[in-house]
Structure formats: structure tokens, C-alpha cells
């Protein structure tokens, strides 16, 4: 069956209504563009702003890593400070049975995780001055 050319220049119509609001709605908005170094940092930094109880899921959809011990206790240690249940400037995870590469590794990945909650942190002191300048 084919459709009247009423119901189709309607259907373009409501498209293009829909794609023009959306623009304008968003270009009323103070949008900033974040950029990160790495994956991991920017996934850290995404599950600080969803403040959300599924981080442990949304982590694992972002950041498919191999199921070693380094990445667990990474995760773990990282999902923990994000609960607000640990500390990103000296998170503890050194026991020293770490290996010298996975020592390496978490370090790094422990320093992407500090940088976003620095960015993270900037955020919120952006945003607060910004509603107190709209009250």
C-alpha cells in the first residue's frame, strides 16, 4: 500500500520541526566538550556524572578489559571511590604482589582515574557558580 503524499509531507515536516527544536533548545545551552586522554579516564569521568547504583555494569559495557587481577582490583578499587567509598588521591591497592608490568599498568590507570575526578571536580565548581549566577 502506498501512503497519500499528505501523510509522508507530514512525516518530513515533523522531522525537520523535531531536528530545528532540538538545535535550538541546545544552542540556548552553555554545552562544553570534554576530551581525555584515554578511554578509561573519560568512562571514570561518564560514571562520576550518572551518579548511577549500575556503574559496575555500565564500567563493564564501556571498558571490556581481560579478566586479570590488575584490572579487577582496578574496577573494584575505582567503583569503590565513585560510591564514594574510597579516596582517588591515594587509592590503596598496592599490597606488593603486584608484578613490575602490572605495577606500571595500575599506576597508570590509577592516575586516568585521578585526572577524570579532578575534571569531574572542576565540573561541579563550574556548575555551582554557574546556578548562582542564574538564581
Known amino acids: 500500500m502506498i501512503a497519500p503524499p499528505f501523510f509522508l509531507l507530514a512525516h518530513v515536516f515533523r522531522k525537520r520541526?523535531?531536528?530545528s527544536s532540538?538545535?535550538?533548545l541546545l544552542s540556548q545551552r552553555n554545552l562544553k566538550k570534554y576530551m581525555f586522554g584515554t578511554r578509561t579516564s573519560g568512562v571514570v569521568f561518564a560514571l562520576l556524572l550518572l551518579q548511577t547504583e549500575k556503574a559496575e555494569e555500565v564500567m563493564n559495557e564501556l571498558l571490556p578489559?581481560?579478566?586479570t587481577k590488575a584490572w579487577k582490583k582496578w574496577k573494584a578499587v575505582v567503583l569503590d571511590c565513585i560510591r564514594g567509598r574510597?579516596?582517588?588521591g591515594s587509592p590503596?591497592?598496592?599490597d606488593g604482589t603486584w608484578s613490575d608490568t602490572e605495577k606500571v599498568m595500575l599506576i597508570d590507570l590509577f592516575q586516568d582515574a585521578r585526572d577524570a575526578h579532578q575534571v569531574f571536580e572542576r565540573y561541579l565548581a563550574e556548575s555551582a557558580s554557574e546556578q548562582s549566577i542564574l538564581v
Open 17 to 19: 520541526l523535531y531536528r
Open 22 to 24: 532540538l538545535v535550538r
Open 65 to 67: 578489559t581481560p579478566n
Open 86 to 88: 574510597g579516596d582517588f
Open 92 to 94: 590503596d591497592w598496592n
